[in-house]
């Protein structure tokens, strides 16, 4: 697990240096996304909480990430369902 969250840091790191003021589109395995995301966020069964906040996700799910530099400032999920 450790190193998966290690290789993920770099690599997504990696891209936010190398594309700044970029929109960027990562795609990964639901894991690995997950032990990234452990770094902000607070996982309560198969629930996510970001800053309190429930981040409903299933499989697969898209998750637009915001940073300022390499900080983390906000996370949304993207529905593709709206009937």
């Not at 840091?9 to 032990?35: D, P, T």
């Not at 898209?62 to 993207?78: G, P, Q, V, W």
Request: with cysteine; net charge negative.
């Amino acid at each position: 697990m450790l190193e998966v969250k290690e290789r993920m840091e770099n690599a997504i790191n990696e891209i936010l240096l190398n594309n700044l003021g970029q929109k960027v589109v990562v795609v990964s395995h639901g894991a690995a996304i997950k032990f990234y995301l452990s770094k902000w966020c607070e996982f309560r069964g198969n629930k996510l909480f970001y800053n309190n906040t429930e981040i409903t996700t299933e499989s697969p799910s898209i998750l637009k990430l915001t940073f300022y530099s390499e900080n983390l400032a906000n996370i949304e999920k993207i529905n593709l369902n709206e009937d």
